[in-house]
């Protein structure tokens, strides 16, 4: 089975705080993602990353950024929160891309409360 | 930007009987996931229908696509409490290979 974690499934912070959250999967995964939900909005996509060290932006990347050292790894940081960040924050990760027919594999998510 | 629209937004039923939901999307898609997201966990993947498909079971689940009428649904056949959840479609855009999902169903099933 893929597994893909997440390092917090809650998290509290103040606003101008420097956030980390990390997102590992197991299965050798090209592609990973990360979104955000909130209620009447649905997911949207942040950022995604389809080789170790690329990124790309998603629909709503202001105020946050993405590491991929590692194949296995995908950070997003708040480099300093707001409350307006306030939110559930999902990674996943998929072994294709365009064209493929994959399935996406989602971790546990983190719910972020921004003070 | 969102793509899929879920129809009806919440859907309240009694266990035994059966659930459907309803998905449109817009642009031309290589597949169509379906996803089950219990309250403040994340999403597990339920089923994928290949753009040349037209009809998909798994367990009690079956899922239609119309590719003409861009339009999916999820059967769930039989309900149970344990089927309570919120269920979203994704698209998969043939041009970038991203999964666009919609605002999702929430599903009750009463015992």
């Known amino acids: 089975d893929v597994k893909v974690t997440q390092s917090s499934r809650y998290l509290v912070k103040r606003t101008g705080e420097k956030v980390f959250l990390e997102c590992v999967q197991d299965m050798d995964h090209e592609n990973m993602f990360w979104y955000r939900q909130d209620p009447g909005l649905g997911l949207r996509l942040i950022y995604f990353s389809y080789d170790v060290k690329m990124k790309e932006k998603g629909d709503i990347p202001e105020g946050y950024s993405v590491s991929r050292e590692k194949k296995e790894r995908f950070s997003l940081i708040l480099e300093s929160a707001s409350t307006n960040q306030t939110s559930m924050y999902l990674c996943?990760?998929?072994?294709?891309?365009?064209?493929?027919?994959?399935?996406?594999?989602f971790g546990p998510g983190t719910r972020l409360l921004v003070l | 930007s969102q793509q899929g629209e879920e129809d009806p937004q919440a859907l309240s039923i009694q266990e035994g009987e059966n659930a459907t939901m309803n998905c449109s999307y817009k642009?031309?898609?290589?597949?169509l996931q379906w996803y089950r997201q219990n309250s403040g966990r994340g999403l597990v993947h339920l089923i994928l229908?290949?753009?040349?498909?037209r009809e998909k079971h798994s367990g009690r689940l079956r899922v239609t696509l119309d590719t003409s009428k861009k339009s999916s649904s999820l059967l769930i056949t039989a309900s149970r409490a344990a089927d309570t959840a919120s269920y979203f479609c994704a698209t998969d855009e043939s041009n970038t290979g991203k999964l666009i999902f919609g605002q999702g169903t929430t599903l009750q099933v009463k015992p």
């Open positions: 996943a990760s998929r072994k294709g891309l365009a064209g493929e027919r994959e399935t996406q594999y």
């Open positions: 642009t031309s898609i290589n597949n």
């Open positions: 229908i290949r753009s040349n498909e």
